[in-house]
C-alpha cells in the first residue's frame, strides 16, 4: 500500500503562507500592538531651565506691580509739625501699620493666585515644582518691598527740617516688621497644597476575592 508522501515545496509554501498571515509575525516584524489597546501619549514638556525662567519672570514683574499697588494704597498716618517737631494724634495712630496690612493684603493674593496657575502648569514636574514655586513667590517678595521702598519712602526727618508749624507730613512708607514678606510665600504654598490635594488620587486598594479565572480553573488531584 503507498503511503501519501508530503511534497516539500508544496509544505514549505503552505508554511510560509501560514507564517506571512499570522499575526505573530506582524507583531514581531512590525512591533503592532493587539487591537484595542490604549496608546499613552505622555505630554511634551519645558525643560527644566525654561521653565524655571517663565517662573521668575512672572513673579519679577507680579512683584513690581505688587510694589507700586503698596505705594499707592497703604493708608499712610500723617504727622502734625510743631515747634518741637511732629507728632501723632490719637486717630493718626491706628495708620501706623496701615502698610504692613496692605503689603501682606496685596502680596497673599497675588502669590495665591499667580501660585496657583504655576504649579498647575509645572503639576507633571513633580514635587520640585512646590518648590519652584515657592522660591519664585519669595523672589517676588523681595521685588514689591524694594519697589515700594523705591517709590514711596521719603525720610521723616529731612521733610521736617523744612516745615512749618501745623504741616502736616505722611509718615514714610515702610514695614514695620518682616512679618508681611512671608504672606507671598504662604499664598504660593496654599495654592499648591489645595491643587495637588485636589488632583490627587488614591492607588486602588487589593481586596481579598477570588479571581473569576481563579475559581473556574479545574482543581488537580
Known sequence: MSQPVDNPDLTGA???????????????SYGQQPFGTPVVVEEPKLPWSRAIAVTIAVF?????IAGWAWQQFSPLAQYTV???????????????FGPDGTF????????????????????NYGPWA?????????LGSG?????????????LQARLETAKPGDLLDAPLELHTWTPLAA??????????????????????????????????PQVH
Open 143 to 155: 521685588v514689591a518691598w524694594g519697589v515700594g521702598m523705591l517709590l514711596g519712602h521719603d525720610p
Open 130 to 138: 512646590v518648590s519652584i514655586v515657592v522660591l519664585g513667590s519669595a
Open 60 to 64: 519679577l514683574v507680579a512683584g513690581a
Open 14 to 28: 503552505a508554511g510560509r503562507g501560514r507564517d506571512m498571515h499570522s499575526p505573530s509575525a506582524y507583531g514581531q
Open 82 to 96: 510743631d515747634e518741637n517737631g511732629g507728632s501723632l494724634g490719637e486717630e493718626q495712630m491706628t495708620k501706623v
Open 184 to 217: 507671598w510665600l504662604v499664598g504660593a504654598a496654599l495654592a499648591a497644597a489645595i491643587i495637588a490635594a485636589s488632583t490627587w488620587r488614591a492607588d486602588p486598594v487589593a481586596t481579598g476575592s477570588v479571581s473569576g479565572a481563579s475559581e473556574s480553573s
Open 104 to 123: 501682606t493684603a496685596i502680596g497673599f493674593l497675588a502669590a495665591l493666585v499667580l501660585g496657583a496657575l504655576l504649579f498647575w502648569w509645572l503639576r
